[in-house]
Structures are given as structure tokens and as C-alpha cells.
């Protein structure tokens, strides 16, 4: 990884700083199959419906009984 050559001022480092705090909220909307909050136009991670329609399909892992 570089290095610096020389220290960075405190000025400098307030000002790159400066616009941490005018970062904005997402906007989520709730998904209309689920109802869970989701980012528009993106596939719903919980259910995986996009559009009306399912595109990704989950798979269900069954936990293994073990035989004693």
C-alpha cells in the first residue's frame, strides 16, 4: 500500500470530510409480494420476486437428522 509523503493537515482532512454528514437515506420501498423494504427496481432479497414475478428461486436446505 503507497504511503503518504507528507502529513495531511487537519483543514484538509475536515473539509474531505465535510460532506460525510450530507450523505442521504436510501429509498426503500416495501415490496408488494412480501411487504419486507427493498431498494426500486431490484429483485427482493427475502423473496425474490421482481416485476410480479419470481427470478430467483431459494433454495431450501433441510437439516440431516443424524441416526443414533
Known amino acids: 500500500m503507497a504511503q503518504q ?3 495531511s493537515s ?3 482532512m475536515r473539509r474531505r470530510r ?3 454528514l450530507r450523505l ?3 429509498n426503500l420501498i416495501p415490496c408488494p ?3 419486507t423494504l427493498k431498494l426500486p427496481h431490484r429483485v427482493c432479497p427475502e ?3 421482481y416485476n410480479g414475478k419470481q427470478i430467483v428461486f431459494k433454495k ?3 437439516k440431516k437428522e443424524k441416526t443414533k
Open 10 to 12: 487537519k483543514a484538509r
Open 18 to 20: 465535510a460532506h460525510f
Open 60 to 62: 431450501v436446505k433441510e
Open 33 to 35: 409480494n412480501c411487504k
Open 47 to 49: 423473496c425474490g420476486f
Open 24 to 26: 442521504e437515506k436510501p
Open 5 to 7: 509523503k507528507y502529513k
